[in-house]
């Protein structure tokens, strides 16, 4: 769902969710969702892109691994993707409490994250 958005809006989220309940009341559900404290990168995610990446690659497969910044209005996210098949998977991704580049430091711990 997130995919075929684009934006992360809850209010364009919940009119995409495909359950038979009113529209406010999908907005809550998606809000309370968001809110689960155990609701982590580590948690969630990294499952979810590890089951991908070992039913799509073969053996001896190039996978190309990419560092990336990027700024939107008032974010600065530092981002890890893989890419496979001229598609970009993120990995991990922080918030840079900074405006402007990242430095080696930042750069080497997200990596290692």
């Not at 690659?57 to 190039?62: F, N, V």
């Amino acid at each position: 769902m997130l995919q075929s958005q684009k934006q992360v809006k809850i209010e364009r989220l919940a009119a995409a969710l495909p359950l038979p309940i009113l529209q406010s009341s999908r907005r809550r559900h998606i809000q309370r969702f968001l809110q689960i404290k155990p609701l982590s990168i580590l948690v969630l995610w990294f499952p979810i892109i590890k089951e991908a990446i070992s039913h799509q690659l073969k053996a001896g497969t190039q996978l190309v691994i990419a560092l990336d910044r990027t700024q939107g209005q008032e974010y600065n996210v530092l981002m890890v993707s893989a890419i496979y098949q001229k598609r970009a998977f993120p990995l991990f991704w922080t918030l840079l409490e900074k405006q402007g580049a990242s430095n080696l430091a930042e750069q080497q711990q997200v990596l290692s994250s």
